[in-house]
């Protein structure tokens, strides 16, 4: 079963301006669906730029236990030879998805229609997560799902032998059960259609249309309906995985925060349904210049150009959530040091990841002198100014790297150090944040 291995404590200290260039890694979203697509389709993809976080690396395993080649052939270049939609072999082992959500849910989803069984399982994190939200719709495909109370892993999916396409509205905002239901539709035959009332990260989307699948995706009062005509032969591809989004947030906010810090962030994707944290900091006053708009690897970017200043405390609007739901954790701490409160409504879902994410930034939070306020669905977070957070505690991260990113980040400006009690987890999603943040100034150790 997956471990966690031993905790690594890390402390941030404020020291002068942070400067210079960060170049963070390959998007984790995509990463994933990479390899995924990659998998399912005949013939070889090449990819460039792949994340190598430990989640994305859990990924590629899986994929190879179901039957696909996949080869490492240089650092971010990767090549997997796919097996065609259908064409899973049943995997002889347990299949271990580490800390990645995303990963147990999308290969969940691919494996539902298929006609074999396979075992699931995850960290002590992601043993705590829920996969009723994919395991209820994939049982609509005639898929069986057995796992612990709760819709817990370690769980074991018995594959529909003769899948019926299906018809589902997301009850959550989630992109992984949209991605779950639309990789279950591929190899069920006729149309699966997905309806999502609020808009998610549409890289999937973005990628089956890529790979050659048949699909539409219609803006209804409803929502968006997503519609997928089964069973295609998908084509391989050649994937330049853009830098992402979620990983950039730590190095802009830092300058944001840092006194005197002057910070140039590349290739920051400004898709819609991934920019909320970028729009939210213009909103609060932040001095952020984006540079240079282009596309690369099939999404619109910009470079940014990060400066020090003062910024306001707003209200955030809940409808803007599922475009930064991973950015909330180090938005609550530029929050702490914004001139005013920011509230944060809408953020319930920040409860069923990783951790509870508004539980841990609400105690961290308090722990470093700030004054924040909780309900089930709202944080609010009481800004005490440029430099004006006491900090001087050590903070739990419960296994979640945008967590421990995040304290780290505060220490990096508070007027005390700042620990975290395991630093491990930034191994998932951003496994050279330490060296970079250190390249920029940052007294990190
Ligand atoms: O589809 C994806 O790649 C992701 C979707 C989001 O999760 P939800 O679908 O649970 O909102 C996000 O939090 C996660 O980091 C990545
Ligand atoms: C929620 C996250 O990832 P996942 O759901 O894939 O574990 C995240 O990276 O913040």
């Not at 270049?77 to 796919?82: D, E, I, L």
């Not at 019926?164 to 059960?177: G, L, N």
């Not at 699966?192 to 249309?209: Q, Y």
């Not at 390249?439 to 990190?444: C, I, K, N, Q, Y």
Request: aromatic share 4%; charged share 20%.
């Amino acid at each position: 079963m997956s471990g966690h291995g031993a905790a690594q404590p890390m402390t941030a200290r404020r020291a002068g301006p942070l400067t210079g260039r960060a170049d963070v890694p390959g998007d984790k979203s995509i990463s994933h669906r990479a390899l995924i697509f990659g998998a399912m389709a005949v013939g070889e993809t090449r990819i460039t730029g792949l994340l190598e976080g430990q989640d994305v690396l859990d990924t590629a395993k899986a994929m190879r236990a179901f039957g696909a080649e996949v080869v490492q052939h240089g650092p971010g270049a990767w090549s997997v030879h796919g097996v065609g939609v259908g064409g899973f072999s049943e995997p002889a082992d347990v299949i271990d998805c580490g800390n990645s959500g995303t990963g147990a849910r999308l290969i969940m989803g691919c494996m539902a229609t298929h006609a074999m069984t396979a075992t699931f399982t995850g960290d002590a994190s992601l043993r705590k997560r829920p996969m009723g939200r994919v395991t209820d719709p994939l049982s609509l495909f005639g898929a069986q799902a057995y796992g612990r109370k709760g819709g817990r892993l370690p769980m074991t999916l018995v594959g529909a032998a003769n899948p019926v396409p299906v018809r589902y509205a997301t009850p959550v905002a989630s992109a992984q059960v949209k991605s779950a239901v639309l990789l279950a539709g591929l190899n069920a035959p006729g149309q699966t259609v997905v309806i999502e009332r609020e808009a998610t990260r549409d890289h999937s989307e973005r990628m089956l249309l890529g790979f050659g699948a048949e699909l539409t995706v219609e803006k209804t009062a409803e929502g968006n309906v997503i519609t997928l005509t089964g069973q295609p032969e998908l084509r391989p591809q050649t994937v330049a995985v853009p830098r992402d989004p979620s990983s950039a947030a730590f190095p802009v906010c830092a300058a944001l925060v840092v006194e005197g810090s002057d910070v140039f962030v590349p290739g920051v994707s400004q898709n819609l349904t991934r920019n909320g944290l970028y729009i939210t900091l213009v909103e609060m006053g932040a001095d952020i210049a984006f540079e240079n708009p282009r596309e690369e690897g099939g999404e619109p970017v910009a470079d940014l150009r990060v400066r020090f200043g003062p910024m306001k405390g707003i209200e955030v609007p809940p409808e803007r959530a599922p475009s930064m739901i991973d950015e909330y954790p180090i938005l609550s701490v530029v929050a702490a040091f914004a001139e005013g409160v920011t509230v944060m409504r809408g953020v319930k879902e920040l409860r069923v990841k990783e951790s509870d994410r508004i539980d841990a930034m609400a105690r961290g939070l308090e722990a470093c002198g700030v004054r924040i306020e909780e309900d089930e669905d709202t944080l609010t977070v009481h800004g005490m100014g440029p430099g004006g957070v006491p900090g001087g505690a050590t903070c739990k991260t419960h296994i979640d790297h945008r967590i421990a990113m995040s304290f780290l980040i505060l220490g990096m400006a508070a007027k005390a150090p700042v620990s975290v009690d395991d630093a491990s987890p930034i191994a998932t999603s951003f496994p050279i944040f330490e060296g970079l943040m250190r390249s920029l100034g940052a007294d990190l150790g």
